[in-house]
């Protein structure tokens, strides 16, 4: 089967972020994303978990973009400026996708 | 009834008992939880409930000058209340500009779990209060960030610095004002002031009966969320961030009766203004500090409000400002 290469970007930011973030997107005009919440982790600051939080502000969501290597930069430079002050990660790979044409 | 005899009949109540047992099993490590759905859809019926039963309250005794400047007034208290805290955070603690702003936000603000655990008490004593405080509850969630984030921007200045602020204030104001809790509150207020007692007559089964159980089961799950932030306090705050959990609702209950003493409030009504300027939010001020002060550390003010401060007013808190609303409007 014929396999395509695409950038993967992988955003992990506090949950109140999440609408800014994928107005953003869609302002970028990104072909899509995927938006999945996260359980719990350990970071800089210890572990952490979804389970018993009352407010939004501990929760994190993982964000996911799959796009071409020519638009990785635009958007990656403004999803950088939002995310940049919160606590979270974000990591870009290498990925195939079967359909080019979708992102 | 004596302030003792208050804080006893509270202890002993079904309410904070469950609280306790939550805290309990958060503390014990205990696998029992609540479904985040379940608690979600929980607390919307305690809003639905609650706002409902002032509206009808308001329909029945009608708008008047009191309910304009207890309104007024909740707004002056939602605003000084950072001030003094901020002032007070600064002076006995080593906290950055930033996070004591931060935290003095969460404390102009209000926790609307406690005012309804307050109106339980409340009722339970055989008190009324006016229904417009469901109103006052709404209005004072907000003006306590506008006064946290100039706060926060004057001390940034005077430490040479700046505040990294992410959001425009409007923006930040319009998602406080129109967060969840709020517009199921004040839509139900307003859906029970129109209805009146009709409505109540026609949903009464599911607003006024079940609201007991219910709140026992809500608090069960505060309370596992309060041990797990009582928990977390011991590795985030210093004795003296920890104390102002304490005696900082106290000195806030004391200007809000200050206030009552101009006011014509009832004694229920009193004592629920009271609680609600010592109560200290952890849902909707949260999210807003993460977005306009990203640079303050969350652990510190969602433990000090949630690990301290909740598990404090819902316990003893609240007995104290039935009792002070006792001398201040009795």
Known sequence: MQMHSKKRIEIIVEAPVLNRLTDLLDRLDATGYTVVPVLGGRGRGGSWSREGLATEAGRMVMVIVVTGEERLDAILTPVFGLVTRQIGIVTVSDVMVMRPEHF | ?330
């Not at chain 2, 979600?40 to 329909?59: D, H, Q």
């Not at chain 2, 309910?67 to 707004?75: C, D, E, G, P």
């Not at chain 2, 609307?112 to 009324?128: D, K, P």
């Open chain 2, 1 to 330: 009834m004596s302030g003792v005899e208050l804080a006893i009949q509270n202890l002993t109540s079904p309410m904070v008992l469950f609280f306790a047992l939550g805290a309990f099993a958060a503390l014990v490590r205990s696998d029992l939880t609540i479904p985040e759905a379940v608690a979600k859809t929980l607390a919307l019926y305690l809003m639905l409930s609650i706002g409902f039963k002032g509206g009808v309250e308001v329909a029945k005794s009608g708008i008047d000058a009191t309910m304009v400047l207890t309104i007024a007034a909740s707004i002056v208290l939602s605003f000084a209340i950072p001030v003094i805290g901020y002032t007070l955070l600064r002076a006995t603690t080593r906290l950055s500009a930033v996070d004591a702003a931060a935290v003095s936000a969460h404390y102009g603000s209000i926790s609307i779990v406690t005012f309804v655990a307050a109106t339980e008490v409340v009722r339970s004593l055989g008190l009324t209060f006016e229904g417009y405080l469901i109103a006052v509850a709404a209005v004072m969630e907000t003006p306590a960030i506008v006064s946290a984030l100039l706060l926060a921007r004057r001390g940034s200045r005077q430490e040479g610095g700046k505040t990294d602020e992410g959001e425009s204030m409007p923006a930040l104001l319009r998602e406080v004002a129109f967060n969840g809790s709020v517009v199921m509150l004040v839509g139900s207020f307003v859906i029970g002031w129109i209805s009146g007692e009709r409505g109540m007559a026609m949903i009464a089964p599911f607003v006024v009966d079940p609201f007991r159980g219910i709140l026992c089961l809500f608090l069960l799950d505060m309370g596992l969320v309060a041990g797990r932030g009582l928990r977390q306090s011991g590795k985030v705050l210093t004795p003296p961030a920890l104390a102002f959990g304490i005696y900082f609702p106290l000195i806030s209950a004391t200007l809000a009766g200050l206030f009552c003493l101009m006011l014509d409030l009832s004694v229920g009504g009193a004592a629920l203004l009271i609680t609600l300027a010592a109560s200290a939010s952890y849902i909707a001020v949260p999210a807003a500090m993460r977005l306009a002060l990203p640079q303050a550390n969350p652990a510190l003010y969602l433990s000090l409000s949630l690990g301290v401060t909740f598990p404090f007013n819902l316990t003893l808190g609240i007995p104290l400002y039935v009792w002070m609303a006792e001398t201040v409007a009795g």
